[in-house]
């Protein structure tokens, strides 16, 4: 890889500061980050270590949790209080990577990981994220783990997170800190943006911004499921995944936040989907005209349109464990 | 640049340039080449160490950001006639085959049996909360992460079984 | 002293058995176990830094540049900016250079000339530096234009085709069988290309001593690698050491030599420093031989009586233009079942893709699989019990060339592996459910010839002990330790007083490994430079040789005992030279088993979970139970690869791999593998040499992928005929029967 210069932050003031010389990228767990150094996808000509800072504790907050950016996924995933209270997280995150890979994966770079897409991984292929304008080489190619939802003529990629998937239907909020120490909030559902005309934009972070935290609300007594679909047993990224997070009142669907991986750029949530469950009695009937809704704009690439009948049935089967039915 | 650290109990320091990940300064710098360059990018966890009691690849971990961490290498749990009791099981349950995948697979096997005394539940988990008991199917996905294309893999969870199984019964003594 | 044999008739004597160190077939530990599971044991990637410890700061790093085009002329190829890089020393281009590697057995160079490409990925120049990352580095920032003149083929199933003569068969008429049947079927399946994906990444060192080359490199077959690199550099074989102690894996990737040996010489002479060269995993999918894709047609002709009586096999595979390798998909189609009317028809498309070579049982993996996927068919429509179709078609002798089988135990594999699976309990598809999977049952029969290869071995007893010593290597076979079985039940030893040293073209020439040839042949050997000995012991013992007793270091002829260690005072060497023969000529031999398995079908998502899985193997004499169970577990694991993940996928577009890297290739993880069963029937094959053995180490996945596939039919009645059966493939077929 490109050779660098290695600098530590001690504060998270000077790491933010730092950030906005160019060709800067922060470094936390290193598992993706050093995967597209090595074949020159990432070129930094810095890189700031941003582990040392004190960003890796869990805490209560507000009956919810603030969980710092370079807390581990596997630390996250064994925390008592998430193993209790927000169970689709857990789930969702020992459904991703190895257990060596969540050892060192952070909660802000497990966001922040880039697509899979084998054509933005091969430099030889023309791709609008790493070069903008340059055309997708996608398109038209192997498009068996691409997008459905949300895609555009310039990109097909999906954001391959498992982790952020869950936190999307948990209403996550993620915390950043900008240059000058100013804080803001971002709904994890506006967190991560859709291709359009520029796919290599892929967060709202601006230059120099640290995401500091993830915050998750209170839980309100929910049903938590988290299903994964994916090409071998384990250590594999999902064709399509589902976190559901349900509350019932009495027979009816009170809330219901869904959310989906492997099919679009962005862990994919769809506000008229929840409405229209919102306030139903469950059945195979309502779960239906859900799916109708989820995927009325759904468009495959061919070798990828399985993903349209798939995630139709995962999400009923979902929703009826979630509602209380059986699967 | 410099970096100080302990590997396998003696105290390093390691110069380096930056780029130089901890797996290239073990086989190459230092001369360790028990731990396996498989992938080079963390798919295949031949490169397994474990860096102060927890296992990660060692291909994806830059050197210079290890200052003051604990290294155990395949090198450090045991040599020939003082094997560590994982060694000692894949060799009499002939857990592997060509060994390239073997050290990983044994630095890994190492630490997942010390997270699931910390109770760390796994995706199969029938509970997330509870005690973490090591039946074939929790050691088969808690060590999903290492790759074995001889595949060896019934041979290698009967060798951790039998650990494990020791290790649990010295826990509850 | 060498003990010569031409193996021209079979042996029948089955002298191990006579032997009393009783150390042959037990399941003794490896004997290089200690240093593999400690990180002790040298990998070709790693001598560098322990053979050369001292001169470790000399070692230079090469990286191939990749060609970025399937098929053109580099015009121009600009380094500039790669020699700017921080230490970078050179910018290889030479005419020595190959393409690919070369195939198993080939003793010659594969094609030369790097400016000429012919398929994505093909190296096209060498970066040499001080530092692995700064070769790396550099490798990126070389600027290759290209001249094209004709359009690339990049789809095997569109591509110009070849009928090798050779390689297509017919007998009877089976046009007319197929009229005439009771039942019939015609279906066409697909397989993927695949690939070995050893975990040890190719990789080499050379460095020179005058004229002399050494290579510590990863490769299966020392000998005949030495001999393609002398060719590919232009020096006497004589003047080329190669290395290869231990293996990563091969599979067949690893057979003949490879770009990154010859680079590595190359840049080694050049620079006048040791240079390494290892091929990153993605280079390892673009130049390592793939497993050709294949495109099948199976039709088989049943009559009333449940009998074959035609068999039509067609497969169409694929490979570079000039490769005289094609994948010999029918070769256990020709005799595993009888029938009168048969026909072959082997087509080889040139394509510019990934050269195609040997991948673990190359023919049978894919051929075996799909013939038996096709034979389940064939049961359901005829209302026959998959097994009893299988074993109302053993033929008596081959059923093309009548000549006798040198043993066939298809039928008690068959049976056995019923018996112990339980296959009885097996129900109609949909019948078994847990919750949301569904269970079935399916079973396939494993078939794969079985061969020999000339082999050298010598053998030296002294009064510690015996040493073994061969230019055979051990890939994760177990050589090592069977070979040193071999010796010690000879020569009376315990195991641990036999040193087994392989893989170095300093030693006699071994057969190499590959295509299941070394424990029989390499075996053979090492039994022959033992007689020897045992020869020259019973001299001194003033007995014949088959009257003396070897046991824990004690000679015995009838009454009188002496201690090897003082009868043995000079050492005893024999080198043992075993060669194929007649005894082969006129006569079929294969190895012989049966596969079951149980899968669970989600009938959701249509994923598929393996349950449980049991291959019962006939392979003559087993050497070492637990080193031959060990083999069979990856071959089967190879089996439920193919069956459910595998697939080496390249663009159409643009002729490149887009599957690349582990992350993208699918091979078994640890989950997808249940606790798999594996039994050994026992068996004496006078036509597997001195030993009565053959080969075990690719029956395992000759046939285990059908058995998959089967067992997902019998779960939920979805038939996939195009591996591998993803979630999607199965998915479709559960929407098609309204589940």
Redesign the interface.
């Known amino acids: 890889m490109k050779d660098f210069a290695y600098l530590r932050a001690s504060s998270c003031d000077e790491a933010t500061t730092e950030a906005l010389e160019p060709a800067t990228r922060f470094l936390g767990g290193g598992t993706n980050l050093l995967d597209l150094m090595k074949l020159g996808i990432e070129t930094p000509a810095r890189l700031l270590d941003v582990n040392r800072l004190d960003l890796g504790v869990i805490e209560e907050l507000d009956g919810g949790l603030r969980i710092g950016a370079t807390v581990r996924n596997s630390d996250l995933a064994a925390d008592p209080r998430v193993r209790r209270s927000y169970p689709v997280l857990s789930r969702a995150l020992l459904a991703g990577a190895s257990g060596q890979l969540r050892n060192m994966a952070t909660t802000a770079g497990n966001l922040l990981q880039r697509t899979r897409c084998p054509y933005f991984y091969d430099t030889d292929m023309a791709c609008n994220k790493r070069t903008p304008g340059a055309g997708c080489s996608a398109i038209g190619g192997f498009t068996r783990y691409h997008a459905i939802l949300g895609a555009s003529d310039a990109c097909i990629a999906t954001h391959p997170s498992d982790m952020a998937v869950a936190m999307a239907a948990l209403e996550a909020v993620v915390e950043i800190e900008a240059p000058g120490g100013a804080r803001r909030h971002v709904h994890l559902a506006d967190f991560h943006r859709l291709p359009g005309d520029t796919p290599h934009i892929e967060t709202c972070l601006e230059p120099g911004d640290l995401i500091t935290a993830v915050i998750l609300p209170a839980p309100a007594g929910e049903r938590q499921i988290y299903r994964k679909i994916r090409d071998r047993a384990s250590y594999a990224f999902a064709l399509v995944s589902v976190a559901a997070v349900v509350r019932m009142e009495e027979g009816r669907i009170a809330t219901a936040r869904l959310a989906f991986g492997g099919l679009a750029h962005k862990p994919w949530r769809d506000a008229e989907v929840e409405a229209c469950l919102e306030g139903e009695p469950p059945s195979d009937d309502l779960f239906d005209r859900a799916a109708d809704r989820l995927l009325q704009r759904a468009w495959g690439q061919g070798e990828n349109d399985f993903k349209i009948p798939l995630t139709r049935r995962i999400l009923t089967a979902a929703l009826r464990e979630a509602t209380g039915g059986m699967a | 640049m410099k970096t100080t650290l302990t590997i396998n109990g003696e105290p390093r320091e390691i110069e380096a340039e930056a780029r130089v990940t901890l797996l290239d300064a073990l086989r190459h710098e230092i001369g360790l080449t028990g731990t396996k360059k498989g992938c080079d990018h963390g798919q295949c966890g031949a490169c397994t160490v474990i860096v102060d009691g927890r296992r990660i690849n060692s291909c994806l971990t830059l050197l210079c950001t290890q200052e003051g961490a604990e290294v155990v290498t395949v090198e450090g749990l045991g040599e020939p006639g003082r094997l560590s009791a994982l060694q000692e099981a894949f060799l009499a349950q002939d857990g592997f085959q060509c060994g390239y995948c073997t050290p990983g697979q044994i630095c890994s096997a190492t630490a997942m049996i010390e997270e699931a005394a910390k109770g760390w539940p796994s995706w199969v988990s029938e509970s997330l909360e509870g005690e973490a008991v090591l039946s074939r199917e929790e050691i088969s996905e808690r060590m999903s992460g290492n790759l074995c294309r001889c595949a060896c893999y019934p041979n290698i969870v009967d060798a951790i079984a039998k650990v494990a199984e020791a290790r649990m019964a010295e826990a509850a003594e | 002293m060498t003990a010569h044999l031409v193996f021209d008739e079979p042996d029948k004597r089955n002298r191990l058995d006579a032997m009393a160190q009783e150390v042959v077939g037990r399941p003794i ?2 004997s ?12 070709a ?2 001598q ?3 053979l050369w ?1 001292e001169k ?1 700061a000399e070692c230079l790093y090469g990286v191939f540049v ?1 060609a ?1 085009v399937p098929l053109g002329r580099v015009a121009s190829l600009a380094s500039g900016e790669a020699r700017a890089v921080p230490g970078v020393l050179e910018v290889l281009q030479d005419p020595r250079l190959v393409r690919h590697p070369a195939q198993g057995m080939a003793r010659k160079s594969p094609p030369q000339d790097l400016s000429e490409v012919t398929y994505f990925g093909q190296p096209l120049a060498l970066v040499v530096a001080e ?3 700064a070769a ?2 550099a490798a ?1 920032l070389v600027r290759v234009e290209y001249e094209t003149s004709a359009e690339a083929e990049l789809d095997p199933a569109q591509a110009p085709s070849e009928l090798p003569e050779k390689k297509q068969s017919a007998q009877g008429d089976l046009e007319a069988a197929l009229r005439e049947a009771a039942v019939s079927l015609d279906a066409s399946y697909s397989t993927p290309s695949m690939a ?6 190719h990789a080499a060192l050379a460095w020179w001593e005058g004229d002399r080359v050494t290579l510590c490199g990863a490769y299966q077959m020392v000998s005949q690698n030495a001999e393609e690199l002398a060719d590919a550099l232009g020096i006497a074989p004589g003047k080329v050491r190669v290395l290869s102690p ?6 067949g990737s690893k057979l003949g030599i490879a770009p990154e040996a010859v680079a590595a010489a190359v840049a080694a002479r050049t620079l006048g420093r040791p240079v390494m060269v ?1 091929l ?3 280079q390892e999918f673009e130049i390592a031989h793939r497993r050709s894709e294949t495109g099948q047609r199976v039709r088989l002709a049943l009559d009333a009586d449940g009998r074959l009586t035609g068999i039509g096999h067609e497969a169409r595979v694929s490979n570079l233009a000039g490769e005289s390798f094609s994948e010999p998909v029918q070769q256990a189609t020709h005799f595993t079942y009888r029938g009168e009317n048969r026909q072959i028809r082997h087509e080889v498309a040139r394509v510019n893709l990934t050269c195609a070579g040997s991948v673990r049982a190359p023919g049978e993996a894919v051929g075996v699989t799909i013939f038996e996927m096709a034979l389940d068919e064939l049961a359901e429509k005829a209302g026959l019990d998959p097994l009893e179709l299988r074993l109302r078609n053993i033929p008596e002798e081959d059923p093309e060339t009548d000549k006798p089988f040198t043993s066939h135990m298809l039928a008690e594999a068959l049976r056995d592996g019923a018996d112990r699976f339980g296959w009885s309990d097996r129900r109609a598809p949909g019948e078994r459910r847990q ?2 999977w569904l269970l079935g049952m399916g079973m396939a029969s494993a078939v794969r010839v079985n061969m020999l290869h000339k082999a050298r071995v010598r053998v030296t007893l002294t009064g510690e002990g015996a040493r073994v010593e061969s230019s055979m290597t051990d ?4 050589t090592y330790t069977i070979l040193t079985q071999i010796v010690a039940e000879m020569l009376g030893l315990a195991p641990d007083r036999v040193r087994t040293i392989l893989g170095d073209t300093d030693l006699p020439e071994g057969s190499g490994s590959g295509g299941s040839i070394g424990a029989a042949s390499n075996g053979s050997a090492a039994f022959l430079a033992c007689e020897e000995i045992r020869r020259q012991i019973a001299a001194q013992m003033g007995c014949p040789e088959e009257e003396l007793t070897l046991k824990d270091g004690r000679a015995t002829c009838g009454n009188r005992t002496r201690d090897l260690a003082e009868l043995v005072t000079e050492p005893l060497s024999a080198e043992g030279h075993f060669e194929p023969g007649k005894a082969l000529k006129g006569v079929r031999s294969s190895t012989w088993g049966a596969h079951f398995a149980e899968v669970a079908v989600n009938e ?4 598929v ?1 393996v349950r449980r899985m049991l291959g019962v193997f006939a392979a003559g004499r087993i050497l070492n139970e ?2 031959a ?3 069979c ?2 071959g ?3 089996g439920i690869g193919m069956a ?2 595998e697939e080496m ?1 390249h ?4 002729g ?1 791999v ?7 290739y ?11 069963e594996v039994h050994f029937l026992e068996e004496r094959d006078s036509y597997g040499g001195t030993l009565q053995a053959k080969g075990i180490g690719e029956l395992g996945i000759c046939g285990s992928g059908a058995a998959v596939i089967n067992a997902i039919h019998n779960a939920c009645g979805v038939r996939v005929r195009d591996l591998p059966a ?3 493939k199965v ?2 077929g559960l ?1 098609a029967l309204g589940r």
């Open positions: 530990d490896r290089e176990g200690a240093l593999k599971v400690s990180g002790r044991a040298v990998y990637a790693e560098a830094t322990s410890s470790r990749r970025t530092s692995f990352e790396r580095e990126r070995a994906a050893a975990m040890e990444p231990f293996i990563g894996g091969g599979f290892t990153a995993r993605q919750g949301e890939i994760g076979t177990g959701i998502t249509g994923e979970r637990k080193t169970r060990s083999q577990l990856g089967m694991t190879f459910l993940m996928v663009d159409r577009r643009f490149q887009v599957s690349r890297d582990l992350a993208n699918h091979i078994p993880a640890h989950a997808d593998v249940p606790a798999l993803t979630p999607d998915l479709e929407c």
